[in-house]
């Protein structure tokens, strides 16, 4: 089984108005009894109109990071990103509703989503908050540095999700992961005093 791992850095935060400028992916792969993280995949795409300071200040790209070589971003490129061979079963991104704003089901021809965000906060109720670099630190996850950094880059961002992911892979199968993604989000209050012996999380998959 293959899980695929998408974060986009974008112009902007909607569709409509703003593009697609980094697509960054990384794979989990079931073998065994293990789930193997592979390298990261990364692709730059070249806007169509000068960035903005205020996506400058996220991402750090700046117009002279985009050769006139490099293709723009459309459903079809974005698409072959996502489809890539080999294709995967599951995609997953730590905001799911973020990034398919800009993947619609056509572009990804209805593959299931997992969003470790909303995972996160019905398996890790105690975490201080739930973005990727706070789960980051919170699980302790050792992870390689130069991989990780920096943040807001759609490759290390990738790279950091993909790791919350096998973490919450060890506690449960992607079936289950689905089914917490598909439940409605729990408030912190309620998840606190509902889920502090939730550790095995076994309650959750029968």
């Known amino acids: 089984m293959r899980l695929r791992v998408i974060d986009l850095e974008t112009s902007g935060a909607h569709p409509t108005a703003s593009e697609v400028i980094e697509f960054g992916s990384v794979d989990l792969v079931l073998q065994g009894d293990t789930w193997l993280i592979e390298p990261v995949h ?10 903005t300071p205020e996506t400058q200040a996220v991402h750090h790209l700046m117009d002279e990071d985009f050769s006139d070589e490099l293709p723009t971003a459309t459903p079809e490129t974005l698409s072959a990103l996502v489809r890539r061979n080999p294709v995967p079963d599951m995609l997953c991104a730590h905001h799911i509703a973020f990034e398919r704003h800009f993947l619609t089901d056509t572009m990804t021809e209805g593959l299931p989503w997992l969003c470790t965000l909303r ?16 789960l980051r630190y919170w699980l302790k996850l050792d992870l390689d ?16 999700t993909a ?3 096998q973490r919450q ?17 729990i408030r912190r209050g309620a998840a606190l005093r509902a889920g502090r012996d939730m550790q095995r999380q076994e309650q959750l998959f029968t």
């Not at 990364?42 to 960035?51: D, E, G, V």
């Not at 060890?170 to 439940?183: C, N, S």
């Open 42 to 51: 990364t692709q730059l795409f070249k806007p169509k109109a000068p960035l």
């Open 169 to 185: 892979l060890a506690l449960a199968d992607p079936e289950a992961l689905l089914r917490l993604t598909q439940t409605r989000h």
């Open 145 to 160: 540095r130069a991989s990780a950094s920096p943040a807001h880059r759609a490759g290390p961002d990738a790279y950091v």
């Open 119 to 134: 995972i996160g906060q019905k398996l890790w109720p105690d975490a201080p908050r739930h973005t990727n670099q706070i």
């Open 163 to 165: 790791h919350i992911l």
